[in-house]
């Protein structure tokens, strides 16, 4: 058994979700903010047999496409200390972050 932790853009959640659930896989859904953008995204946990594991992440890799944002970075102005202005920064968005890693142990009580 597999447990595939995956991080995807809010955006992407719900149909994510929906896909996985209709193909019959169990979803924990975690709301979490990222560390670059310090946007909202969801890490979804889920749980797989080995022989189930490359069609869930075909799912995912289906449903969560990249795709380019402006997002605004603060850049210190010149000559002046302690002064930022929001300087626009275009950026990869969407996608997913997958890590696949054994179950050891599976209980349901």
Not at 61 to 81: D, I
Not at 83 to 97: C, I, L, Q, R, S
């Amino acid at each position: 058994m597999k447990l595939i932790i995956a991080v995807v853009q809010d955006e992407d959640s719900q149909k994510l979700i929906s896909k996985l659930m209709k193909a019959g896989y169990g979803v924990t859904k975690l709301a979490t903010t990222g560390g670059f953008l310090r946007a909202g995204n969801t890490t979804l946990l889920i749980g797989v047999d080995n022989e189930r594991l490359e069609n869930a992440m075909g799912i995912i890799e289906n449903v969560c496409k990249s795709r380019k944002q402006v997002a605004t970075s603060p850049t210190p102005m010149a000559g002046a200390t302690g002064m930022y202005v929001p300087y626009p920064v275009e950026v990869t968005v969407g996608g997913a972050t997958v890590f696949v890693v054994n179950v050891e142990e599976f209980r349901k009580v």
